[in-house]
């Protein structure tokens, strides 16, 4: 009896370090986002950041252009790869994006994802992601990877079918114009709904890279503040793993149970390549500290 306790003890270990390993991949090759305004936050956080990895750089309103370029500029310098947004929507004219793609190219990058926006209404002559990917202006400017989003749990504004033509689309075109290809999710808190939608990607023919989105460490206050902010329709999904007492509203949650239930049910051959995505909401220091010690990663001066 006690040899079979052992035994089952030893399978036990044997699988907590497999699922621990497969974390550890996840986050091995990771991207965090920034904004504009978070050029010094990312300078104290380079030390805790691998080389190479990919820093996304926002388009939000109210940030302008040159401040855009800085920030993807400084990611460069840093060593890191830049991931410059740009929001359709908000482009006031061609001139404009002609302007944006040949600073950044100037800066060296050669990355870009490419978003609808916000606006109802287009402000220029862009109605969406997919006209800027068909304008061709992004490879003639030197972009050669194209991000583009996926919405696992849907977009309050857009039905499941449009969603899914649109993600097509996008990739059909840059597949066409042979750039290459990234989707990054917007962020959730439940790993079943992403496995489930990874798993349709792969059916549709879709077998890009996908960076899905975590929220990096931060109160649990300050993490459904921007999920309601980001139509996550997840508040319930928030109280549930990290408790319901308005005590703990303040508490620092960690995004590893998320991470752990993902890394569980992730299966290479069905949900294809995959890695994280970090919205930090609780500060770019604070998010790039936590991977590297959760993760133990081997960091590069």
């Known amino acids: 009896m006690a040899l079979v306790t052992q035994e089952s003890m030893k399978v036990g270990e044997d699988s907590a370090r497999a699922l621990r390993e497969r974390m550890r991949d996840l986050l091995r090759g990771y991207s965090i986002e920034i904004t504009a305004k978070d050029v010094r936050s990312l300078s104290e956080a380079a030390p805790l950041i691998p080389k190479g990895t990919s820093i996304s750089v926002t388009f939000l309103p109210g940030e302008d252009v040159d401040a855009r370029v800085a920030a993807a500029g400084a990611a460069k310098r840093s060593g890191f790869s830049p991931v410059s947004h740009i929001s359709a929507r908000r482009l006031k004219s061609t001139g404009e994006l002609e302007d944006f793609l040949s600073r950044l190219h100037q800066q060296g990058v050669d990355r870009a994802f490419v978003v609808a926006g916000d606006p109802a209404r287009p402000e220029g002559p862009y109605e969406d992601a997919l006209a800027i990917i068909k304008s061709g202006l992004l490879a003639k400017h030197g972009i050669s990877r194209v991000g583009i989003s996926g919405y696992p749990e849907g977009h309050p504004q857009i039905s499941e079918e449009k969603l899914w033509r649109a993600l097509k689309d996008k990739h059909a075109v840059l597949k066409s ?125």
């Open 177 to 301: 114009l042979g750039q290459e290809c990234e989707i990054t999710t917007q962020f959730g808190f439940d790993a079943e709904p992403v496995l489930a939608w990874l798993e349709r990607v792969r059916a549709e023919g879709i077998h890009s890279k996908v960076r899905v989105g975590i929220a990096g460490p931060a109160s649990v206050k300050t993490l459904l503040r921007f999920a309601a902010r980001c139509g996550v329709g997840a508040s319930a999904k928030v109280m549930a793993k990290y408790g319901v007492s308005i005590t703990k509203l303040l508490n620092t949650a960690g995004p590893d149970r998320i991470i752990e239930e993902f890394a569980a049910g992730l299966n290479p051959r069905l949900h294809g390549e995959v890695a994280l995505h970090f919205y930090p909401f609780g500060g770019v220091k604070n998010t790039a500290g936590w991977v590297a010690d959760f993760a133990g990663l081997e960091l590069v001066a």
